[in-house]
């Protein structure tokens, strides 16, 4: 095997550079001329802008019905009738629960036996006494026994109408804590029955933000199995902080929709800021593999661009890098063209 000089060597590298450029230069005519020999191609171009959106900060909160009620009875007894179950619907009135009402009935005859006889008692005392044959202290002992006796038998009354627990409200059953046969006490929660048709949500919101949440103000909320962001009125604020977690209670009132309920996680998007991106329509962004790529429209031909996006914001989405404001990106035909391809704006 021959070896090479040094002149040779030294010339070597500068041949090699010099076929590369040749090489190159060959393959980006090569490229052009394909390109080129492609048909024109009929697309919808928009401009690249740059718009500002609020920055929020998420806040997790949990929706509530606005109406809502745990009841329980006044008396204690055993319950003989529970007429309800989960999910039942019930109007204002209607009878949810029932006790034993045959002590408390005992008691309202007795009273009422009680409150006959000191009318009956006082009625003759009342004639006596006109005819001057009682004192004035036996009329007055009469009386105060009758009005005694008229209290007593009101108690009862009242006593004997707490027997029933009915719903303070139309409502639906979300929740039984006792069943038939179960003792029923003052404290001992029976029921529990919310308004489906209006709820908000509850949120904490932290020290550090609750300035920027205001009264009656529209904050946006995100619902999980809700698709798409609600909006809704701000229509309470805790006062005062709570001094173990720091936080503000606030409420916002949302409209009823399909899938939304009580008890379902939320978020609560609070405003903090502005901020300014770049954004173009959804369509203008074309996905090929792990590669996100739009077409800018350049002396009628369509130039490739490897894109970083963002966040995506209705039916736009933010171009971290890869475009620049008053670009013509194509935002319609953009997934069947090709680098450099001719194209013709409608």
């Known amino acids: 095997m021959k070896r090479l ?52 900060e998420e806040v997790v909160g949990t929706m509530r019905a606005k109406l809502h009620a745990t009841l329980e009875a006044k008396l204690s007894g055993r319950i003989d009738k529970l007429p309800v179950v989960l999910g039942q619907r019930v109007k204002a009135g209607e009878l949810v629960a029932r006790l034993d009402a045959a002590e408390f009935n005992a008691r309202l005859e007795q009273a009422q036996a009680s409150l006959e006889q000191a009318e009956r008692d006082w009625k003759r005392v009342s004639v006596l006494f006109e005819q001057q044959a009682v004192t004035r202290a036996e009329y007055d002992a009469a009386q105060s026994r009758q009005l005694v006796a008229k209290g007593a038998a009101a108690e009862a009354k009242a006593m004997m109408s707490y027997v029933e627990v009915v719903a303070p409200f139309d409502g639906v059953v979300t929740k039984k804590w006792a069943d038939l046969g179960d003792l029923a006490a003052p404290g001992k929660p029976l029921i529990s029955i919310e308004d489906p048709s209006a709820l908000q949500l509850e949120a904490d919101v932290p020290q550090a933000i609750a300035s920027r949440v205001q009264r009656d103000a529209r904050l946006a909320a995100r ?20 001094p173990v977690s720091r936080t503000f209670r606030v409420k916002v009132d949302l409209a009823t929709q399909p899938g939304l309920s009580s008890g379902q996680f939320a978020r609560l998007l609070v405003p903090v800021g502005e901020n300014s991106s770049l954004r173009v329509p959804v369509s203008a962004i074309v996905e090929r593999g792990q590669l996100e790529i739009a077409f800018v429209v350049e002396n009628q031909h369509a130039q490739l661009h490897l894109v970083k996006t ?5 039916d736009e989405i933010e171009i971290l890098s890869g475009l620049h404001a008053s670009d013509a990106v194509v935002i319609e035909g953009a997934a069947l063209l090709t680098d450099g391809q001719p194209v013709e704006a409608k």
Do not use: W, Y
């Open 5 to 56: 000089s040094a002149r040779t060597l030294v010339l070597l590298p500068a041949f090699l550079a010099a076929l590369a450029l040749t090489s190159c230069g060959h393959k980006r005519e090569s490229s052009k001329e394909n390109s080129s020999s492609l048909p024109s191609a009929q697309v919808r171009v928009q401009k690249v802008e740059s718009k500002s959106r609020p920055v929020t």
């Open 223 to 242: 619902v999980d199995g809700v698709a798409g962001e609600l909006t809704g009125t701000v229509s309470e604020i805790a006062p005062s902080a709570d």
């Open 310 to 314: 963002g966040k995506r914001i209705g």
